[in-house]
């Protein structure tokens, strides 16, 4: 592993294993075996890190999710499996793992690039007779189900009746998936 691939996963362990209080260049870089100079090298600063960790969990998350699945419903199910898997850059995606964290002009760009594969995967597996604002309006919504559902479950909010997070994630998901197919 490179130095620069070292340093995101140092700043990744210590977000997960002591909060975001702790995410500074020197912790990061003990943890990574390096000088903080590697780490201003590498990302400019504790903003460019954050930054970096962001733009390569969407990178990560479209590769799950778009790459090979099998259909919309598939790509739904590797879209928890990945934030499941990777909750910490999921929290930096979409939560608050680094509170005063805001994204670049670069890492917004790269989140809407997501947000447009998963507009063109419903739009392409829903009926040609919806229109353009129909499928906007359906993908937005697919994706605030999923999002919700995984955010629930990642804060361990659990799932109605005690249900596992899973099944319910499955359901919620099945119900816009066959709404959007339709």
């Not at 962001?54 to 928890?80: H, K, N, Q």
């Not at 129909?134 to 479950?153: D, I, K, P, R």
Request: negative net charge; contains cysteine.
């Amino acid at each position: 592993m490179n130095q620069r691939d070292q340093i995101l996963e140092s700043a990744l362990r210590v977000l997960q294993n002591q909060g975001p209080a702790a995410l500074t260049v020197r912790n990061v870089a003990a943890g990574a075996g390096c000088s903080t100079t590697g780490v201003y090298t590498y990302f400019g600063a504790k903003q460019g890190l954050v930054d970096a960790i962001f733009i390569e969990a969407f990178e990560s998350a479209d590769r799950a999710t778009f790459l090979g699945s099998g259909g919309l419903f598939d790509a739904c199910v590797a879209y928890r499996n990945w934030a499941i898997e990777h909750p910490t850059q999921y929290l930096v995606m979409f939560g608050s793992a680094v509170p005063e964290y805001e994204p670049s002009e670069a890492a917004l760009l790269r989140a809407i690039q997501s947000y447009e594969q998963l507009l063109a995967t419903v739009r392409s597996s829903a009926p040609s007779t919806n229109s353009v604002e129909t499928n906007n309006g359906l993908a937005h919504h697919l994706w605030a189900t999923l999002h919700g559902y995984v955010m629930l479950e990642l804060q361990s909010m659990g799932a109605p009746n005690g249900e596992s997070a899973e099944i319910a994630y499955e359901r919620g998901a099945r119900l816009v998936v066959d709404l959007i197919e339709r």
